[in-house]
Structure formats: structure tokens, C-alpha cells
């Protein structure tokens, strides 16, 4: 037996995040609760101030507090390399492994006619206009090794061979139905370094 309204709120919030079931959730609020000041109060003040400043990066799609994020304002990446990803937590794994040292495109899903995520839903009008201002050679479309995944692939081979810049994808390691955010770090440096053509 749980307490009041807001030890029911606070678990069903719990609940909701990746990983955490009600089991856990419960877990978790007790002991947030039952040390508050240590660890209660750190935690609301962290998410309050990352709700209040963290932001989508205009240019690449990445979660930062600034605009250009870190990654894309940094001088010393590999400006004419693109690394494309379905989302956020795909670009993080691959800045985990340190495995590429360009630049990233958050496309912002993959294609999935069954969840009615068409090519509109997706940020490829940014990715044309990077690419329309010059000084890119490559773009790698590191997309996970799922049926969508690959039809998306597919789908941007195609919409980026007139630019003329190399499009490549990522090679083994990636296994078939695997999600890039829960890839090891050796495996994701085999996957990048084995890219092919397109």
C-alpha cells in the first residue's frame, strides 16, 4: 500500500519512463522520498532546469541547451561528414563509442507505413538544405537494422544520389532487428567502420 495522491502521481510518472514498470517505479519513489533533500529535491531542481533550457538543435536535431548544439558548433568535427540517425538516443550511442568525429542528422523516425510514419514525418528537408550549402562529401545513414530501418535507407539513398555526395551505410555488426541504442560500443565501431555505398 502506497501513500497519498502524490506518492500515486509521482510512481505513475515513474512508471511511464523506459525500464521502469510499477514494481520499479515504487521502488524508486520510496527511496526518493524517504531521502529527499539528498536526492528528492536534486532530482526535481535537474529536471525542472533541463525542461527549462534544453532544446532541439535547429540545425542537426540533437537535445542541447544550446543552439547550434555542442556537437555541431564544435570546430574541430568533421564538418563534411553526416552521420544520419533515426533519433536522439542513436547519436548519443555513437558519442558513447566515439566512433565518429563528424557531424549528425536526427532524422526523427523511420519509415512504418503499419505506424502511419510517412516521408513527411521526417526531417529530410533539413538534411537537403546542410547539404545544398556545400563543403559535405559524405553522408552516412546509420539506421538500425530493422525492415523500416532499411526501407528508410532505401528511401534516402535515393532522395540524396542527385546532390552528388557519397552516400554510404553502415556495414556488419549491426545485427538483423537491432536497435543502434543498445549496441555495444565495439560492435558500433565494427558497423561504422565497415560502412558501404549505398
Not at 47 to 54: K, N
Not at 101 to 111: A, K, N, P, Q
Not at 165 to 188: C, F, H, K, S, Y
Request: proline share 6%; aromatic share 2%.
Amino acid at each position: 500500500m502506497t501513500g497519498g495522491t502524490e506518492v500515486e502521481r509521482l510512481i505513475a510518472l515513474l512508471a511511464k519512463l523506459p525500464g521502469l514498470g510499477p514494481r520499479s517505479a515504487r521502488r524508486a519513489a520510496l527511496k526518493l522520498l524517504t531521502e529527499p533533500e539528498a536526492r528528492l529535491r536534486p532530482l526535481a531542481a535537474a529536471l525542472a532546469a533541463a525542461a527549462d533550457a534544453v532544446r532541439g538543435c535547429a540545425t542537426c536535431g540533437n537535445l542541447d541547451s544550446q543552439d547550434p548544439c555542442a556537437i555541431c558548433a564544435d570546430p574541430a568535427r568533421e564538418a563534411g561528414v553526416i552521420c544520419v540517425v533515426e533519433g536522439v538516443a542513436d547519436l548519443w550511442a555513437l558519442e558513447r563509442a566515439r566512433v565518429h568525429r563528424g557531424r549528425y542528422h536526427v532524422l526523427g523516425g523511420v519509415l512504418s507505413p503499419l505506424s502511419g510514419v510517412g516521408p513527411e514525418d521526417l526531417r529530410l528537408a533539413p538534411l537537403l538544405d546542410r547539404l545544398a550549402v556545400g563543403g559535405v562529401s559524405e553522408v552516412i545513414l546509420a539506421l538500425g537494422a530493422t525492415v523500416d530501418g532499411a526501407t528508410t535507407a532505401h528511401w534516402l539513398a535515393d532522395r540524396l544520389r542527385p546532390t552528388g555526395v557519397a552516400v554510404t551505410r553502415l556495414g556488419q555488426g549491426v545485427p538483423i532487428g537491432g536497435a543502434l541504442d543498445v549496441l555495444d560500443e565495439g560492435t558500433l565501431a565494427a558497423a561504422l567502420s565497415a560502412r558501404r555505398r549505398a
